[in-house]
């Protein structure tokens, strides 16, 4: 089983940044992917951007270009960089792992990023 503990949440204005990272536990060894989705209010969760084990980054079309995912395989944890920030990325984010890139079987409790205008 695995365990993820995102952070890094809060507020920012249009236009600024925040970070998220998630630290990973447990069975890491069955990771070999992680990723970051989104929930905003009355909305179905998205994916947002999703690395593999050697580094492969793949990324939504509203994030590309402003998002950077990246992750310390040493350290466990999985890194959200967010820049460019706009009022419609507000939502609640979660980090995820699993055995692939597209299939993600572990869950963290989610971290509410919000973007004023």
């Known amino acids: 089983q695995v365990q993820l503990v995102e952070s890094g949440g809060g507020f920012s204005q249009a236009g600024g940044s925040l970070r998220l990272s998630c630290v990973a536990s447990g069975s890491i060894r069955s990771i070999n992917a992680m990723g970051w989705f989104r929930q905003a209010p009355g909305k179905q969760r998205e994916w947002v951007a999703r690395i593999s084990r050697g580094g492969s980054t793949y990324y939504s079309d509203s994030v590309e270009g402003r998002f950077t995912i990246s992750r310390d395989n040493a350290k466990n944890t999985v890194y959200l960089q967010m820049s460019s920030l706009k009022p419609e990325d507000t939502a609640v984010y979660y980090c995820?792992?699993?055995?692939?890139?597209?299939?993600?079987?572990?869950w963290g409790q989610g971290t509410q990023v919000t973007v004023s205008s």
């Open positions: 995820a792992a699993g055995p692939n890139i597209l299939d993600f079987d572990s």
